[in-house]
């Protein structure tokens, strides 16, 4: 039972145009999200974060917007530039868990085309 | 500033063979974990540690072993490798509620 899906395996966008990239959860003890960026041999490198009390969370130009009836969040890059050409993998954590597990989702892979 | 490192990056072995993976961080941090990925598959959790000296399960911990007899290492031991075990391994550590910072990972192939 995947828990944390990304119905996306990729998405294509134009230089300078928005990126959306979407994820779902299905556990409602998830309190607590972050996207990771992965380029190919390297491992991730984290993002951005938002935690369940917030529905927003913005760090330049990445923002990531959180709709907790929905149990949906999504990241959105603004203006997308060919360096963002990477997989992104949303993930999601319980803070009562004590251990900070991280559960992933499968990755949407952004190509940002000049 | 090193942050994590993983050792190997690659190795190849074969069915049955033993091996070792060490996982090593400068950071100090309290937590470490041990990932898999597989192709078109997100991370799973292996195994994950809270402190020096303890271990614990996460989502997929057949087949494999964990020790983290010091703060700054965790090693993930195959003691009887399959082709299942193929995979790359992805090693992370993070302090109190700041994100997991991994390393560049073990790419392990079974033969």
């Known amino acids: 039972d995947q828990q944390v899906k990304q119905n996306s395996p990729s998405l294509s966008v134009q230089e300078g145009r928005i990126s959306i990239l979407n994820c779902d959860y299905t556990?409602?003890?998830?309190?607590?999200f972050l996207w990771y960026k992965k380029y190919p041999a390297e491992g991730p490198t984290f993002l951005i974060s938002?935690?369940?009390?917030?529905d927003k969370n913005e760090d330049g130009r990445f923002t990531v917007f959180l709709n907790k009836s929905a149990k949906h969040l999504s990241l959105h890059i603004v203006p997308s530039q060919p360096g963002d050409s990477a997989v992104y993998f949303c993930?999601?954590?319980?803070?009562?868990?004590?251990?900070?597990?991280?559960?992933f989702g499968k990755g949407t892979k952004l190509s940002v085309i000049p | 500033n090193a942050g994590v490192t993983q050792t190997p990056k690659f190795r190849v072995l074969k069915t049955g063979q033993s091996m070792t993976l060490l996982c090593a961080q400068d950071?100090?941090?309290?937590?470490m974990y041990w990932y898999r990925q597989d192709p078109g598959m997100g991370l799973r959790l292996i195994h994950y540690?809270?402190?020096?000296?303890?271990?614990a399960k996460g989502e997929v911990p057949d087949g494999y072993n964990v020790s983290r007899l010091k703060k700054q290492n965790f090693l993930l031991g195959l003691e009887s490798a399959a082709p299942s075990q193929t995979s790359v391994y992805f090693c992370?550590?993070?302090?109190?509620?700041?994100?997991?910072?991994f390393g560049d990972g073990t790419r392990l192939s079974i033969l």
């Open positions: 992370a550590s993070k302090q109190g509620t700041q994100p997991q910072h």
């Open positions: 556990n409602s003890m998830f309190d607590y």
């Open positions: 938002i935690s369940s009390i917030k």
């Open positions: 993930a999601a954590s319980h803070s009562g868990a004590g251990s900070y597990q991280l559960t």
């Open positions: 950071m100090n941090h309290e937590y």
């Open positions: 540690s809270v402190g020096e000296g303890t271990t």
